[in-house]
């Protein structure tokens, strides 16, 4: 039987810490100019991609890591850089100009769009070191396979929200146009940045003191 509790209380720190209503305009700016094929099958993708990493990391996370010796705080910092790539790109428009360098013309659909499942919206968007971090701490005080089934239950949950804000992110982003498209990126990018440099700071921080 799901316990209520636990499942809500797991739902609500996942969805804060995977964020899809934030992770969604971050796809929509990695797949503007794609066709509307290609982004469904990037959400699908991305979101199974993420949740491969998340469910394996839920059952062998810990012994992986305590293993190999590494620590939570390096995820951390190993993800903020690769992040903060991610973010520099966004604001320069880095990948703006590769699709603009591709196409025939200006109204053309880009005519090899990149994977975007892997990286960077699978790792670290969603499944990144805070998610990460917050399945072994969710899992420490699990009590018989019933509450672990209600964890990896909220997680499927957020897991599938995700993949309906993934889909309804590039219509909403046409209707809005291409001028606010261009700003949101821009922020968007400064934001991706900037949480990296958290994760970063935090991954520092976590490992000298």
């Known amino acids: 039987m799901v316990e209520l509790e636990l499942f809500l209380s797991a739902f609500a720190v996942l969805f804060v810490i995977i964020d899809p209503p934030g992770c969604a305009p971050i796809f929509a700016t990695l797949t503007h100019g794609t066709s509307r094929k290609h982004q469904r099958i990037m959400a699908f993708k991305s979101v199974f991609?993420?949740?491969?990493?998340?469910?394996?990391?839920?059952?062998?996370?810990?012994?992986?890591?305590?293993?190999?010796?590494i620590s939570l705080d390096a995820l951390r910092v190993a993800g903020g850089i690769m992040l903060f790539i991610i973010g520099l790109n966004m604001v320069f428009e880095k990948r703006t100009e590769k699709r603009e360098n591709r196409a025939e013309g200006a109204l053309e659909e880009v005519e090899d769009p990149e994977d975007?499942?892997?990286?960077?919206?699978?790792?670290?968007?969603?499944?990144?070191?805070?998610t990460m971090a917050s399945l072994l701490i969710l899992k420490t005080?699990?009590?018989?396979?019933?509450q672990e089934a209600t964890i990896l239950g909220a997680l499927a949950a957020v897991l599938i929200i995700?993949?309906?804000?993934?889909?309804?992110?590039?219509?909403l982003m046409?209707?809005?146009?291409?001028?606010f498209t261009d700003v949101l990126t821009r922020v968007l990018g400064v934001l991706l940045a900037t949480l990296a440099v958290q994760f970063v700071l935090d991954g520092v921080q976590g490992a000298l003191f």
């Not at 005080?141 to 019933?146: E, K, L, S, Y």
């Not at 995700?162 to 219509?171: E, I, S």
């Not at 046409?174 to 001028?179: T, Y």
């Open 49 to 69: 991609v993420g949740a491969i990493i998340l469910f394996g990391f839920a059952y062998a996370g810990e012994f992986v890591f305590e293993k190999l010796g």
């Open 174 to 179: 046409k209707l809005m146009g291409k001028n």
């Open 116 to 130: 975007i499942s892997v990286f960077p919206m699978g790792i670290p968007m969603i499944a990144g070191p805070g």
């Open 141 to 146: 005080d699990v009590n018989g396979w019933q």
């Open 162 to 171: 995700t993949w309906l804000a993934f889909l309804a992110a590039g219509p």
